[in-house]
Each structure stands twice: as structure tokens, then as C-alpha cells.
């Protein structure tokens, strides 16, 4: 029995997104959130031609404004949650042959610096939604730790995994060991840290991204006070000397929000059947990172939106999102 977590780029029946919920998690920009996370969900629906989109709200009054700001084609879906980072903590997608299930992790608040009432099992409430097989997973995990292209390969950071705040003990190899049974890893690529101030501890899917099998995109600073500049360039070490091709992407460079540098990063692109949805921060290298991207999604839109707003939450379009594939 072949048994794997498939590509992101593999066709989706539907995508879960968060919606925004605690204008407290955003000061000054909730409502900008709000609108921008709605246009994510607008594009990716694509006026049906896309794929199905699931907008998750935490109360009937949040739903409402939802469907003020979404196409008719976009459900809502009214469950407890207390953050928009289904990427983190919606069930996680795995195909045994042509049959699906789904994989619930522990999730304990990123390390527990993040604790948000219905985020602990907001995974076993949308899971139970869809009557799909789900296994429970008692360790700590999140979505947004891990990135694969298909076929057994992921990528991930040690800065995240192996951080004591949420497995203590549990080893290199006993990781790769579990996610071999959860996900159906066969190897591992080990980055080191991810962007600096990631609030998720160093999230894969904010530097390294698979755009095809066996070839990882990863950003590539352009300008000399880039903060992360040589953590791109670990980074591309390591993935040259364990052997995968790589795709330089222009960074966004050093963004600031109240004085403190952020973690933009247009990594957190998602693709979605119809589109491949790009965070733009308004800097330099916007549109040249579209550019970049667009070669390697041939049939498929490649758009770049807004996400300043989302960014002051923590975070951009695919940590709000969680795919489940077509059977």
C-alpha cells in the first residue's frame, strides 16, 4: 500500500482557511486582515473554477462579516477557534492509494507562548466534519513545521523540531521516525533556523518551499541589510550538498513594523489548483518574486496579494490554510 502525504500542487477538493476572530491578536489592522484574508479565499475559489474554499469563523457574528466580504461560492463554516493558523492546526491530509484520511497532532500554542481558547482541538472538530479515517497524534506538531514534494521527501528547520518548548524528548531520529508514520517521510532535509522573529520558532514554510519534486525554492537576499541573510545562505548550502536543484527567489529584504524587523517572506505562497496565491508586502521585489514563481506553475495563475495586514498577526496565506486533496 503506497502510503504518503502528497505535493501541495497535487489537485484539492477543498482548502480550510481561518478567518480573524480577536481583534487583539491584530491591533490596528483586524479589519485589513480581515479583508485580506478574504480576498486570499476569493482568489483561490476563483469563481468555482478554482477549488472549493472552507472560510472557518469562530461565531455566527464573525460568519456574517465573512459573507460580506466573500464571493457566494465560498462556504463559511462557523467552529471555536482561536486563531486563523489552520496550517498549524487543522488535521493534516495523507493518501493511502486513492483513499484519503487524516492525521491530528497535539498542539500546544507554538511552544506555549500562543494559547488561544478552541485552537487545542479545533483539529478534531473539522476533522469529525468530514467523516474521514482520522489517526491522533499525541506529540507535538504543527503544519507549517514541515514541507514536502510527494514523494517521501521533506524539508523542515532544527530550530523548530528539535526545540525543546515542544517535544523534549524526542531526538532527530525519533521525529523522523514518527513523521515516517504519519505523514510517510522516507528522508529528511534538516535546514537550520528559520526567519528571524518567527514567532512559530523557525517554520519551514517561511523559508524552503518545494515548487517541484526534488527542487526547493528558498529566498535570496538582495540587499546588504537583509536580516536573514545568512540564514538564506545556510540554508542553500544545505540544500545543495544533500543533492536538490534550488530556485533563488528574490526576498522582500528587511520589513519593519513598529520598529522591530518581521518575518515577510514570500515562501508563504499557496497552491491552489487554479492559483498559486503570493504574499506582497509593498517592497521592492514584490513583483519580481512573482516573476520567479510563475515559471514552475504552468496552468496555473500565479497572483501576487496584499498580506501586509495578515503579517502583523504573525503570519501570511498558506499559515492560514490547510489543503485536502482530491481522492
Known amino acids: ?44 475559489h476563483a469563481g468555482g473554477r478554482g477549488e472549493e474554499v472552507r472560510l472557518v ?27 486563523v493558523w ?19 497532532f497535539g498542539f500546544n500554542g507554538w511552544g506555549g507562548k500562543y494559547r488561544m481558547d478552541g485552537d487545542e482541538d479545533i483539529g478534531a472538530r473539522l476533522a469529525a466534519t468530514t467523516g474521514l479515517p482520522t489517526s491522533t497524534q499525541l506529540w507535538v506538531f504543527e503544519g507549517g513545521a514541515v514541507d514536502t514534494d510527494g514523494t517521501g521527501l ?13 517535544n523534549p524528548d524526542l531526538d532527530r531520529g525519533k521525529i523522523e ?13 534538516w535546514l537550520g533556523d528559520g526567519l528571524l522573529n518567527d514567532h512559530t520558532d523557525g517554520h519551514v514554510d517561511n523559508l524552503a518551499r518545494f515548487v517541484a519534486p526534488g527542487v526547493l525554492a528558498l529566498p535570496e537576499a538582495t540587499a546588504t541589510d537583509d536580516p536573514n541573510a545568512a540564514i538564506y545562505a545556510d540554508a542553500l548550502a544545505r540544500a545543495k550538498a544533500f543533492g536538490l536543484d534550488v530556485a533563488s527567489i528574490p526576498s522582500p529584504g528587511r520589513v519593519v513594523v513598529d520598529g522591530e524587523v518581521v518575518p515577510a517572506s514570500y515562501m508563504n505562497f ?58
Open 57 to 83: 469563523a469562530a461565531s455566527e457574528t464573525d460568519a456574517q462579516v465573512a459573507r460580506s466580504l466573500t464571493d457566494p461560492g465560498v462556504q463559511i463554516v462557523v467552529q471555536k477557534l482561536g486563531d
Open 270 to 327: 499557496y497552491i491552489g489548483n487554479a492559483a498559486v496565491i503570493v504574499p506582497l508586502y509593498g517592497c521592492a521585489n514584490d513583483q519580481a518574486a512573482v516573476d520567479a514563481l510563475r515559471p514552475f506553475f504552468p496552468g496555473r495563475d500565479v497572483l501576487g496579494l496584499p498580506s501586509n495586514a495578515i503579517l502583523s498577526g504573525g503570519g501570511s496565506f498558506h499559515c492560514t490554510s490547510q489543503q485536502m486533496p482530491s481522492a
Open 86 to 104: 489552520l496550517r498549524d492546526t487543522a488535521p493534516v491530509a495523507v493518501m493511502r492509494d486513492d483513499e484519503r484520511a487524516l492525521v491530528d
Open 154 to 166: 521533506f524539508v523542515t528547520t532544527e530550530q523548530c523540531l528539535l526545540n525543546p518548548n515542544r
Open 1 to 44: 500500500m503506497t502510503f504518503r502525504m502528497p505535493a501541495e500542487w497535487a489537485p484539492h477538493e477543498w482548502t480550510w482557511i481561518g478567518f480573524p476572530a480577536n481583534a487583539k491578536e491584530w491591533p490596528g489592522a483586524f479589519d485589513d486582515a480581515r479583508r485580506q484574508i478574504a480576498d486570499f479565499a476569493n482568489a483561490l
Open 177 to 189: 521516525t514518527l513523521l515516517a508514520g504519519a505523514l510517510g517521510l522516507s528522508d529528511m532535509l
